[in-house]
């Protein structure tokens, strides 16, 4: 039997729009045992990334069972589907012998999903910036203080990422742009020197954040609570509805206190307290 093991991700990082990903300590795991027939649903994302592995290689596929152990929630902008993809594809590559280093399984990762943010940071672990230039992904691994925690705020409710999609504009003001460019460079910069003091207003966003947090009943009651709690820095993950909070140092305090708010305010909702995974996905 074949395990792979694949982690959460948070994706954006406010200005960063398709670009930055983060890889974070809550994790699928996929099993992967022969057999005649697999037992998932044929369009399942896992079985699909699996079939597409073997097609992209121009092998007969071999069949298998495939058991799906999930703690990343399900369309909550914390890359469930990224890991289901790069889970499939490793899968297939370990039944093939391990013929795909970590740059090809990213490609045909990317090919799936679209874009390679959340697939990348998935993959390679850490916070990883992506850029696509036509067929050819560009990535780099960013060295972050492993002092920081993220604290994901779970809502009770799914929000699809194609109707956060639907709610972009779909031509944007050329000040935007400039705003978002230099906020993800003042961003980036704060992780590079340790300037905690940069990241609130380097997570500030004009592209996505304001059209999709109207989706989120609570989102600015809930970030404004966060930073007099003590968070350095909120942004929407990936395309929603959870909201990630940056703490440098223990999280404890700051966690017990959001807990008591939410109880009284959106009952339902969840907190978990993570730390940057920096190895991305693994065979078990």
């Known amino acids: 039997m074949i ?10 990082l406010g200005p960063g729009f398709d670009v930055l990903g983060l890889a974070i300590d809550r994790y699928n795991t996929f099993s992967f045992s022969a057999s005649e027939k697999c037992n998932l649903p044929y369009d399942h994302l896992v079985y699909k990334a699996y079939r597409y592995t073997f097609n992209a290689l121009g092998k007969p596929v071999v069949e298998v069972n495939i058991d799906v152990k999930g703690d990343i929630p399900i369309s909550r902008g914390l890359g469930s589907s990224a890991a289901c993809i790069v889970g499939g594809i490793m899968g297939a590559n370990a039944m093939l012998g391990d013929l795909l280093d970590k740059d090809e399984i990213l490609k045909l990762a990317t090919e799936i999903e679209g874009h390679p943010d959340n697939v990348s940071p998935a993959i390679f672990g850490g916070l ?11 990535t780099n691994k960013m060295p972050i203080q492993n ?3 993220f604290v994901a705020i779970v809502p009770d409710f799914e929000l699809s990422t194609e109707m956060a999609r639907g709610v972009l504009p779909k031509v944007i003001r050329h000040k935007e742009g400039i705003y978002n460019v230099a906020r993800v460079s003042l961003l980036l910069s704060a992780f590079a020197t340790g300037r905690m003091d940069l990241i609130k207003e380097g997570l500030n966003d004009r592209l996505h954040v304001p059209y999709r947090s109207a989706l989120i009943p609570g989102y600015q009651n809930v970030v404004d609570r966060a ?5 350095i820095g909120c942004f929407l993950s990936g395309a929603g509805p959870t909201i990630m909070c940056m703490i440098d140092g223990d999280a404890s305090g700051f966690v017990k206190e959001l807990e008591t708010f939410l109880i009284i305010n959106y009952p339902g909702w969840n907190i978990f307290e993570h730390e940057i995974d920096q190895m991305g996905a693994i065979r078990l």
């Not at 990883?128 to 560009?138: A, E, H, N, T, Y």
């Open 147 to 149: 002092s920081l925690k």
């Open 128 to 138: 990883m910036i992506s850029v696509m230039d036509q067929d050819r992904i560009l």
């Open 3 to 12: 395990e792979i093991r694949v982690p959460a991700t948070t994706a954006n």
């Open 227 to 231: 930073y007099e709690a003590g968070a």
